[in-house]
Nanobody, 115 residues
Framework: QVQLVESGGGLVQAGGSLRLSCAAS????????LHWYRQAPGKQREFVATITPGGSTNYADSVKGRFTISLDNAKNAMYLQMNSLKPEDTAVYYCNIHRSLSDYWGQGTQVTVSS
């Protein structure tokens, strides 16, 4: 079992930046694939970004060029640097670890971008 705790959300004006953190209670394995997802009110949860322990990354088109996902294996932590934020980025952001057949989720952190 892995517990995940997100932090760093808040209220920011459009064009601003936030850095989300996700702390894992146990070490991250080489087979893990780590993700950030988000869910806006009334919408389904959607993929934001992914990273592997080897450093491969992928982003949703809507955040490409503005968001950067990173991983600190030594700290068992994952981050999401969000720049040039837009009101449509408003959502609860969740970190996720996919390990073999299991998925682990954090409780989410709210990001609100005002126009």
């Amino acid at each position: 079992q892995v517990q995940l705790v997100e932090s760093g959300g808040g209220l920011v004006q459009a064009g601003g930046s936030l850095r989300l953190s996700c702390a894992a209670s146990a070490r991250i394995f080489p087979i893990d694939v780590l993700h950030w997802y988000r869910q806006a009110p009334g919408k389904q949860r959607e993929f934001v970004a992914t990273i592997t322990p080897g450093g491969s990354t992928n982003y949703a088109d809507s955040v490409k060029g503005r968001f950067t996902i990173s991983l600190d294996n030594a700290k068992n932590a994952m981050y999401l640097q969000m720049n040039s934020l837009k009101p449509e980025d408003t959502a609860v952001y969740y970190c996720n670890i996919h390990r073999s057949l299991s998925d682990y989720w954090g409780q989410g952190t709210q990001v609100t971008v005002s126009s």
